[in-house]
């Protein structure tokens, strides 16, 4: 079974809007980390969250954790048809030896 | 600076077979994790090698089995192949030493059982 589970589980915008994709995990995590995948290829790591941050910012991603609600979310601003691709956070679970737990991912489709 | 590599790209085999497949991490790392990703869902994991050992191990039955060799490369065997066992198979390598922990995912081989 996952721990995380990703919502919406697919989104559709137009290039130039923003992107927003959250993320629910069930136990105590040292981090969590996005990563991207395209087409069923490897997964790109995107950015990592430890777990007493609160946001992150890596270009045009913003990514926010809140260990209260055992959440976070990934802002993509200004997406580009580039960006489209399924999403997925994975959770490094404390105790669980850097064994990663992932979502069932986000397919987001940016249209030109 | 070369990233993870795995091969081979593409497998086909048939219920009840065996296969190999493989994996060597990014240049400086020394923990290989194996994933298995069924279609339309998140990667799920299966184990998880350092210094030659299986370190962590997830729910995932016997017929699976791993190795890592002293140049920290690794491979993951399935016996008795199922149907079931199609899928996308990434590796990912880590620094166990490092504090971030990020794990850095190769292209995959995509297991087609018949």
Known sequence: SQQGEEDPQALSIQEGENATMNCSYKT????????????GRGLVHLILI???????????????LDT??????????????????SYFCATDGIGAGNMLTFGGGTRLMVKP | DAGVTQSPTHLIKTRGQQVTLRCSPKS???TVSWYQQALGQGPQFIFQYYEEEERQRGNFPDRFSGHQFPNYSS??????????DSALYL????????????????????LTVL
């Open chain 2, 91 to 110: 590796c990912a390598s880590s620094l166990v030493s490092a504090r971030a922990d990020t794990q850095y995912f190769g292209p995959g081989t995509r």
């Open chain 1, 68 to 85: 209260s609600k055992k959440s976070s979310s990934l802002l993509i601003t200004a997406s580009r048809a580039a960006d489209t691709a």
């Open chain 1, 28 to 39: 105590s995590i040292n981090n969590l980390q996005w990563y991207r995948q395209n087409s």
């Open chain 2, 75 to 84: 491979e993951l065997n399935v016996n008795a192949l199922l149907l079931g």
């Open chain 2, 28 to 30: 400086g790392h020394d």
């Open chain 1, 50 to 64: 430890r777990s007493n941050e609160r946001e992150k910012h890596s270009g045009r991603l913003r990514v926010t």
